[in-house]
C-alpha cells in the first residue's frame, strides 16, 4: 500500500499541522478545556475536528481500492483530492476572507471523492462476486 501511505503521510501532516495551531491558540488565550467562548479558538478546533472526522474513512476507501489493485492513476487523483479538500477546508475554517470559498469547496472536494471511492468499491465487489 505505497500510494495510500503517500496519502496518509500528508493526512497526518496536515493534522499535526491543526493540532498545533489549536494548542497553541489554547496556550495564548489561556484556555485549557473547550473553546473558552472565544470564536478564533472554536474555529480552530472544528478545522482539526472536521479533519479527524474526514480522513480515516477517506484513508480506507483509498487503501482498499489500492488493494483491490485498482489503477495507480485513479489512486493518485483521488488522494491529490482528498488532500486538495482538506487544505482547503482548513484554510477556509482559518482564514476569514477565504471562509465561504474554502469551507465550501473543501466539503465538497472531500465529500465527492469519498462517495466515488465507496461507489468504486461496490462496482469493483460487484463485479468480482458476478464472476465467482
Known amino acids: 500500500m505505497?500510494?495510500?501511505?503517500?496519502?496518509?503521510?500528508?493526512?497526518?501532516?496536515?493534522?499535526?499541522v491543526l493540532a498545533m495551531r489549536t494548542s497553541l491558540g489554547r496556550h495564548g488565550k489561556r484556555i485549557s478545556v473547550g473553546d473558552?467562548?472565544?470564536?478564533?479558538?472554536f474555529l480552530r478546533i472544528r478545522a482539526h475536528a472536521?479533519?479527524?472526522?474526514?480522513?480515516p474513512?477517506?484513508?480506507?476507501?483509498?487503501?482498499?481500492?489500492?488493494?483491490?489493485?485498482?489503477?495507480?492513476?485513479?489512486l493518485?487523483?483521488?488522494g491529490c483530492v482528498l488532500i486538495a479538500g482538506?487544505?482547503?477546508h482548513a484554510f477556509g475554517m482559518s482564514v476569514p476572507s477565504f471562509s465561504r470559498f474554502g469551507r465550501v469547496s473543501g466539503t465538497f472536494l472531500t465529500w465527492?471523492?469519498?462517495?466515488?471511492?465507496?461507489?468504486?468499491?461496490?462496482?469493483?465487489?460487484?463485479?468480482?462476486?458476478?464472476m465467482a
Do not use: C, K
Request: hydrophobic share 65%.
Open 36 to 41: 473558552g467562548g472565544d470564536d478564533d479558538m
Open 112 to 130: 465527492t471523492v469519498m462517495g466515488v471511492m465507496a461507489v468504486l468499491l461496490l462496482w469493483q465487489w460487484l463485479a468480482f462476486a458476478s
Open 76 to 78: 493518485h487523483a483521488f
Open 86 to 88: 482538506r487544505v482547503l
Open 57 to 74: 474513512l477517506a484513508l480506507i476507501l483509498l487503501g482498499m481500492l489500492e488493494w483491490n489493485q485498482t489503477r495507480p492513476l485513479w
Open 50 to 55: 472536521n479533519a479527524i472526522e474526514n480522513l
Open 2 to 16: 505505497h500510494i495510500t501511505g503517500i496519502y496518509a503521510a500528508f493526512a497526518t501532516l496536515l493534522v499535526l
